[in-house]
């Protein structure tokens, strides 16, 4: 079976569990585990912030982004498509007193235009607007790259404001190698940044959270309140070194992948690609009704091999990711050409 439900999928290969294996631990609750000691300061330095912290997810790391930078009865500005919003149990509500205030961009791009105006008043009618998030890449944008200029202006338009700036950067490698810029540049404009170890970069589990050292510190007393204090983490620290040192470079190839699934799409006027070639590792398209819904669309698909997300009633998403090979990918484009071809199957 070819999986491109997510990035998420991917087995930790047999390399990285030698690495696991092969870990020095400790007790990193009681004081310090040295491989996860390493990964952290290892993703500081490359996220170019003083301090991270490891979290065992990016729903972990960004609500925790969340609470530490605002106060219950505190809004921040996001995307109205963004990952925080849409698929974490409004947490932010739920753990932190938050409310969001949500901007409809293009394909998960928020303009300087499209934010002008959000900012409350100061009055005792309403809440404090008291920071902006960003995600890069989009999940639900089809894998879109903020534009950097773009991210810089909105930054520092909200910095100006007196706003704070979080980034979900959970396939912020991907954005860099699909870039040329660094993951430090990317981060640049952001007090805080989480980025995944678990999704293109192949490890088992784990994000960090990067910022200053006095924003970590409060993280990391977040983290024990919501369970999230870790023992022996090196045994899954030791995996995203890995990753580090092997699987950032090998993203250009998910993305060659998605462009050549996408362009298999494209040769049928009832599927259309959302928002053109795609920049990174995830494809979204629409099913024309004439064919019929994205829910048969992706059971006619495994059928044919292939797991897909059926996104929407109208939408599939595919994502490549190292545990689908280049050959994998051309048994994919056979499969979308059969399934478009026919009749779906009574
Ligand atoms: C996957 C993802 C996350 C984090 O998800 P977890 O499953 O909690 O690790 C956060 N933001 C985006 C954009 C994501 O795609």
Not at 139 to 164: I, M, T
Not at 269 to 292: A, C, Q, R, S, Y
Not at 315 to 321: F, N
Not at 331 to 343: D, L, N, S, W, Y
């Amino acid at each position: 079976m070819i999986d491109l439900r997510s990035d998420t999928v991917t087995r930790p290969t047999t390399l990285m569990r030698e690495a696991m294996y092969r870990a020095e631990v400790g007790d990193d609750v009681i004081d310090v585990d040295p491989t996860l000691d390493a990964l952290q300061c290892r993703t500081a330095e490359i996220l170019g912030k003083e301090a991270a912290i490891f979290m065992p997810s990016g729903t972990m790391t960004n609500q925790i982004a969340l609470r530490v930078h605002c106060k219950p009865g505190d809004e921040f500005l996001c995307d109205s498509d963004c990952h925080i919003y849409n698929y974490e149990q409004g947490a932010f509500a739920q753990l932190s007193g938050l409310v969001a205030k949500t901007i409809q961009g293009k394909q998960g791009v928020l303009t300087l235009e499209d934010l002008s105006g959000s900012i409350r008043p100061l009055n005792e009618h309403m809440v404090h607007t008291r920071l902006l998030c960003m995600e890069n890449t989009h999940n639900r944008g089809s894998g879109k790259v903020q534009p950097q200029a773009e991210v810089v202006r909105a930054c520092h338009w909200a910095h100006d404001s007196g706003l704070q700036t979080h980034l979900d950067g959970a396939r912020l490698f991907n954005a860099s190698v699909a870039t040329g810029l660094s993951v430090k540049e990317l981060s640049e404009p952001f007090d805080s940044v989480s980025v995944c170890f678990s999704k293109g970069l192949g490890a088992p589990l784990g994000s960090c959270l990067a910022g200053t050292k006095e924003f970590v510190a409060k993280a990391r007393r977040a983290r024990k309140l919501f369970g999230g204090g870790m023992r022996q983490v090196g045994v899954v620290a030791s995996a995203a070194m890995y990753a580090l040192d092997h699987h950032v470079e090998r993203l250009t190839l998910d993305h060659a992948h998605a462009k050549r699934l996408a362009r298999t799409v494209g040769e049928f006027d009832f599927l259309k690609v959302m928002g053109g070639e795609p920049e990174t590792n995830i494809l979204i398209f629409h099913i024309g009704p004439t064919w019929g819904t994205a829910h048969e669309f992706a059971v006619e698909l495994e059928k044919n091999g292939v797991k897909t997300m059926a996104f929407s009633p109208i939408s599939i998403r595919m994502v490549t990711h190292l545990d689908v090979s280049s050959d994998q990918i051309d048994q994919a484009c056979e499969a979308i050409r059969r399934v478009a071809t026919r009749a779906k199957s009574a």
